[in-house]
Structure formats: structure tokens, C-alpha cells
């Protein structure tokens, strides 16, 4: 029997609420005699441990996490602290200092879903997007000086390397080669930035070379977030900077209906680390306690964990659960126009894994 240590981070506002839905998901299946158990560790990190501790997660932490298999979190962020020492004190933290360099973040209608864009089905949006997760224009790199004084100066630095770049390229042609279409678009803005995003691009062009059977094109950033809106169907895997994606991914997930339904991976593809899975969406204080968080982002985030555990039936399971879930409005939560709480959701979800033939019974 596998187990799978797993470390749950809810974090802040509603990432209380969808994590314990997601651990929940779990439980479900490995109860459905499957070949496998999870070993669950939850760490209190967030804004709450700030107030009482001054960080938002022990200075040893990241040590607590390196003997995990996987990391689900929920979200960071919090009203009376600013953004930039939640992002960078927890999240941030934990992708840099676990070297989680691959931000996947997958976007398609999924079934009974209002998706805003007319002319488009489900058919037409199916992208995989791959973020830079460890430097570039995150890279943290930068300072102020003669803070508060008229001369005062302030820099946040691009950091690009070319391993970090050519192993993010490498990851997402590899991504594109498996998937069906085999297309990769690679994001850019080489007419502007001259240098660093003059050899991403050159890079691209080497990394290219090994990956015969894919086709790939190349697409300037703003330019980008026209054809995602006017051509959809004219791309399915994607690669950009980690400012690039940020922004086009949240674009993704509101073309594919809602913020709520979105999961993403941060990935150490090399597995020497553990790898976290999150929903898109972030803390949202507006409707945080009120038991109306949508809790499919967090469903589909664990089937990306499962996938990354190499748990390929458990992780389609899942996703049939998710998709009988949003094809009823009857089970669509406020942010999809319905009127179905977590707790309606989560129970539909649970019950469609747990009446899922299991493998182990059909032996
Ligand atoms: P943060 O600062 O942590 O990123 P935020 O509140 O600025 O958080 P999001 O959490 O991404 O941003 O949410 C934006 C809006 O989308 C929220 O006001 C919320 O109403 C809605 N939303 C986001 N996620 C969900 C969800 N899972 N279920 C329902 N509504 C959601």
C-alpha cells in the first residue's frame, strides 16, 4: 500500500474553506479501495501566524516540507497586511526555496459552464499554460534608496538566466509534445526588452531543435491577449516570463467561465522537492466564512497533484466527479450565477468519487 505524505496549507480567507474540500476529495478516494493512503500534516501558515509570530511561516519551514511527497495550499493574502510580505513571506518563499520553477496552470470550459466569449466552445479552449516560476521580473532582485526623500529610487530587476530559461522552454516542450496537438506558442516581448527577452527567444529557437514533432510559433505579449480572446482555437500550450503568464493566466481563467474553477501546479520537475498544487484564485476576503467559496479550483488542483503522483485513474476520477458537478447549475456556486455552497458542492463531488467503480473492486 502507497503512502503519500501530503502537507495541507490553507492560508488565508477562502483558502480555509476549499482546502479541507479538497482534503475531503481525498479521503473520499483513498477510502474507495484504492492502492493508496495519504498521510496528511497541516501547517496554520498565513496571517494569523503573522500576527502572532511576525512571519508568515517559521524560518524552518521549508525543511517541514522537503519530506513531503506534495503541498496542497490554499491561498495567501490579507487585508491588514501588505501584499507584498504575504506573497513574498509564504508563496513566494516556498516556489523559490523549493525550486518549483514550473508554474502549470491548465484553462478549458468545462461542462455547463457560461464561458463569456461568444463563438467559442469548449473545443476552442483547451490551453496548458507555463510560467517561469523562480526568476525573470519576480526574481525579487532590486531596491530602494533615499527612501522618502524627491531623489528617491526604486528598482525591481529581470533577472533571466539561461539555464533557468532554457529549463523552462525544455519543460514546456516536453508539455506540448505530450499533449495531442503538439503546438507550443511562446510568448515574448523581444521588440521592446532587447536583451533578456532577445535570448529567450534565441533559446527557444535552440530548445526547438530537439523537439522535431512539435510545432511552435512565436506571439508578442500584448499581441498575445488579443488572439487568446480572437483565436482561441489557435493554441493549446503556452510558455511566458513569470510577469508574462501571471497576467495571461488570470486572462485564461476568466475566458474559461470563472477565477473559482482554475488550479495550478508549481512544479520541481526533477521531484528532488516536493511540488505544490493551489487553486488560481486568491484569498478573497469578500466572501471569506461565508460557505459560498466555489471549491472546484481546488478539486481540479488535486488532480494535478495526482497526475504529478503518477495516480493517472485516481486523477481522472476526480475530474469526471468535477465535470457531473459543474454540467448541474443546480451545484454552480454565486461566481458562477447559482446559489450552491461549498458544503452542496463538496458533498456531489465526494459522492460521485465515492460511487466510482474502484479499480481494486474490478479486479
Ligand atoms: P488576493 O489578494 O489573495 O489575490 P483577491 O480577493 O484580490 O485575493 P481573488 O481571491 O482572486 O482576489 O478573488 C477575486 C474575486 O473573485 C473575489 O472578489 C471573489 O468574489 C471571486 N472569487 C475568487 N475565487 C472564488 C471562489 N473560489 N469562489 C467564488 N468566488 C471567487
Redesign the pocket.
Known amino acids: 500500500m502507497k503512502r503519500y505524505r501530503i502537507a495541507t496549507i490553507p492560508g488565508?480567507?477562502?483558502g480555509k474553506e476549499?482546502v479541507p474540500a479538497g482534503r475531503q476529495a481525498l479521503e473520499v478516494l483513498a477510502a474507495r479501495g484504492s492502492e493508496f493512503r495519504f498521510e496528511f500534516e497541516d501547517f496554520d501558515w498565513g496571517g494569523d501566524y503573522y500576527r502572532r509570530h511576525g512571519s508568515m511561516m517559521p524560518a524552518d519551514g521549508l525543511e517541514a516540507l522537503k519530506g513531503k511527497d506534495a503541498i496542497l495550499f490554499g491561498?495567501?493574502?490579507d487585508p491588514h497586511i501588505p501584499?507584498h510580505i504575504t506573497l513574498w513571506g509564504l508563496r513566494l518563499k516556498i516556489c523559490q526555496g523549493l525550486d518549483q520553477y514550473a508554474n502549470v496552470r491548465p484553462a478549458r470550459i468545462l461542462p455547463g459552464i457560461d464561458a463569456p466569449l461568444k463563438r467559442c466552445g469548449p473545443a476552442d479552449l483547451n490551453w496548458v499554460i507555463v510560467r517561469e516560476n523562480t526568476e525573470g521580473e519576480y526574481s525579487g532582485a532590486g531596491g530602494r534608496v533615499h527612501q522618502g526623500f524627491p531623489i528617491e529610487v526604486a528598482t525591481d530587476l529581470s533577472v533571466m538566466t539561461r539555464a533557468g530559461t532554457e529549463r523552462i522552454q525544455r519543460y514546456a516542450f516536453r508539455l506540448a509534445q505530450s499533449r495531442p496537438r503538439k503546438l507550443l506558442t511562446v510568448v515574448t516581448k523581444s521588440n521592446a526588452q532587447r536583451h533578456a527577452m532577445v535570448m529567450w527567444d534565441e533559446i527557444a529557437q535552440e530548445v526547438a531543435k530537439d523537439f522535431p514533432d512539435v510545432a511552435w510559433d512565436k506571439e508578442m505579449v500584448d499581441a498575445m491577449t488579443a488572439r487568446m480572446v480572437n483565436r482561441p482555437a489557435s493554441l493549446d500550450t503556452i510558455v511566458a516570463t513569470n510577469l508574462h503568464a501571471d497576467i495571461l493566466s488570470d486572462l485564461a481563467a476568466a475566458l474559461a467561465g470563472s477565477?473559482?474553477i482554475g488550479p495550478t501546479a508549481n512544479i520541481h520537475p526533477e521531484r528532488v522537492y516536493p511540488s505544490m498544487f493551489e487553486?488560481i484564485?486568491?484569498?478573497?476576503?469578500?466572501?471569506m466564512g461565508k460557505g459560498?467559496?466555489?471549491p472546484v479550483?481546488t478539486f481540479w488542483t488535486v488532480v494535478m497533484m495526482l497526475e504529478h503522483l503518477d495516480e493517472a485513474d485516481a486523477a481522472r476520477r476526480v475530474m469526471a466527479a468535477i465535470e457531473h458537478a459543474t454540467a448541474n447549475p443546480k451545484l454552480h456556486?454565486?461566481?458562477l450565477g447559482g446559489s450552491a455552497t461549498t458544503a452542496d458542492v463538496t458533498e456531489a463531488v465526494c459522492a460521485h468519487i465515492a460511487a466510482a467503480k474502484s479499480p481494486l473492486a474490478a479486479a
Open positions: 488565508d480567507g477562502i476549499v491561498s495567501a493574502g501584499d477565477l473559482g487553486p484564485h486568491g484569498s478573497a476576503f469578500d466572501i459560498i467559496a466555489n479550483g456556486t454565486r461566481d
